[in-house]
């Protein structure tokens, strides 16, 4: 028999509403297999009732002072906090994640957002341009109704990461939160009227991408769309997008380097790695899934790294003392296993992990899979260029900065890097010529959530951050009067 114990609901215009078709369909818990909730799949109609309500709210909204817009995100983000420990329990049973990292690190780093965005409406403001004969000035405003697509791996944290810059630059927005994983957007949703938003302004739609998420890349009415997700679906998105020539943000996949010199920290480069690695189960963008390791310390290199991954505990998710969980979906991890058995067909040799675990007790059909470590792979195959997005790395020897930088670019994306160095000068010479958005030295995801954020080549289109999600959520307008 199976047991739902709660509903999930869209919000349009200031209201808890069931999808108009009626149709729901079932979310998993990962770390148990079995389903929980249901959640709305939304379409077409969902959509043409929440632009509606948004175009209704949006010249109140835009009109609405700076100061009290940012009021009303930060009053959100204080809502949540004072719910900080459900929020972080229900992320953790809806995507697989341990509590320990929701705790730390997605459901602060959510109301962070809301916070950081809160302050970007605030400040944020045109340029002048003051000449002899000339005064020219730039306003920034917003276009109106926008949407937001966001994915599973970090679903509270990347949804707010999304919809808050819309909001602050004064759009009203259509958020769609990944399917797999809708329930803290959901929770979200259940405090958008208390924190003061008027009806209209943020609506949130729930269900699948090729039907919720393709009517949103297709309504005429929605100029402006900004999507994190896997490279394939950012492709048709930007197909879609640019029949109505729509104005695009794309935060896609990544296959990021993580290259260790032998002057490098040992033990510092060995935690980095390793968390590089290994964190949210492989399940970040960022994820260094690629290994280069200096020829002269290889094999002592890869001994230490070996005996660290083996300490990883994996275990449910609910456990504080767990440091892996489960991977998010039965699809996904099948995904994933299938890319270690493709690592052995091309050659390579599994050194720990390669594959599914099955705990004991509440979490037997769980979607576990050990953190894995190969070797033995061309930094050609197609385990070294595709995106595995799990807990899988390889390792591969390199003897020179030259030899490194061409095998750390020989794939098509280009999102993030780290390079462990003791020797700043080569640090930035590396950086320099690495093909990716962003380049960590002696650390690995270190975020000033004021940084430009975004990929090189296939990783992705246009840039986030503070200052870059305003101008993207933005159009320029230039007024110019002589002097
Ligand atoms: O993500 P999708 P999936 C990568 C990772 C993963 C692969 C596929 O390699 O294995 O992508 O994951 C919505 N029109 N990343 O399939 O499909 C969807 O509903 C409009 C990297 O789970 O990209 C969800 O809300 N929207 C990544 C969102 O897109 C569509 C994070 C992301 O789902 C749509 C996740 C469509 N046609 C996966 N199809 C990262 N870079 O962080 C789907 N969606």
Request: charged share 25%; net charge negative; aromatic share 8%.
């Amino acid at each position: 028999m199976t047991l739902h114990n709660k509903k999930i609901m869209n919000f349009v215009n200031g209201e808890m509403v069931e999808p108009l078709s009626g149709q729901y369909f079932e979310t998993i818990e990962p770390a148990t297999g079995q389903p929980y909730a249901l959640v709305p799949d939304s379409n077409k109609d969902d959509l043409d009732r929440a632009v509606i309500a948004a175009q209704n709210a949006f010249p109140a909204w835009r009109d609405t002072p700076a100061e009290e817009r940012a009021a009303m995100m930060n009053k959100l983000a204080d809502l949540i906090d004072e719910r900080q420990d459900n929020f972080i329990q229900a992320e953790s049973k809806d995507n697989g994640k341990p509590v320990s990292l929701a705790g730390a690190l997605d459901i602060p780093r959510g109301t962070a957002n809301l916070r950081t965005f809160a302050d970007a409406a605030i400040q944020f403001k045109g340029d002048v341009f003051e000449k002899d004969t000339s005064y020219t000035y730039t306003l920034r405003q917003p276009f109106g109704v926008v949407a937001t697509i966001s994915p599973w791996n970090l679903p509270f944290l990347l949804f707010t990461w999304k919809f808050s810059p819309a909001l602050a630059a004064g759009n009203c927005v259509i958020a769609k939160p990944s399917e797999v994983t809708p329930m803290t957007a959901y929770m979200l949703s259940e405090l958008i009227n208390e924190a003061g938003f008027p009806p209209g302004v943020l609506n949130i739609l729930h269900g699948k991408g090729a039907n919720i998420g393709s009517a949103i890349t297709n309504h005429p009415d929605i100029p402006t769309i900004s999507f994190t997700g896997g490279t394939a679906t950012g492709i048709e998105i930007y197909t879609n997008a640019a029949k109505q020539l729509k104005k695009v943000s794309l935060e896609l996949g990544g296959k990021n380097p993580t290259i260790i010199f032998d002057d490098a920290e040992w033990d510092k480069a060995l935690e980095g790695a390793k968390t590089a690695a290994f964190a949210n189960q492989g399940q970040v963008c960022l994820c260094g899934s690629r290994l280069f390791i200096q020829d002269t310390i290889y094999d002592r290199f890869k001994a230490d790294f070996i005996k660290k991954v083996e300490t990883i505990k994996i275990g449910d998710p609910k456990d504080t003392n767990t440091q892996h969980g489960a991977t998010v979906s039965k699809d996904h991890m099948e995904k994933v296993l299938s890319y270690i058995a493709l690592a052995k067909e091309e050659g390579g040799t599994v050194l720990t992990g390669g594959n599914r675990r099955i705990l004991e007790g509440r979490c037997k059909d769980g979607y576990f899979i050990e953190p894995t470590v190969i070797d033995g792979l061309p930094h050609t195959c197609r385990t070294n260029r595709e995106e595995i997005f799990g807990p899988v790395v390889t390792l591969m020897p390199f003897s020179t900065e030259d030899e490194v930088i061409e095998m750390a670019n020989s794939t098509d994306y280009g999102l993030a890097a780290s390079v462990w160095t003791q020797d700043q000068n080569r640090a930035d010479r590396v950086a320099t010529r690495l093909e990716n958005g962003m380049v960590w030295q002696n650390c690995w995801n270190l975020r000033d959530l004021e940084a430009p954020f975004g990929g090189f080549k296939k990783s992705g289109i246009g840039r986030e951050g503070k200052w870059r999600a305003m101008q993207f959520f933005t159009q320029e307008k230039t007024i110019g009067r002589p002097r």
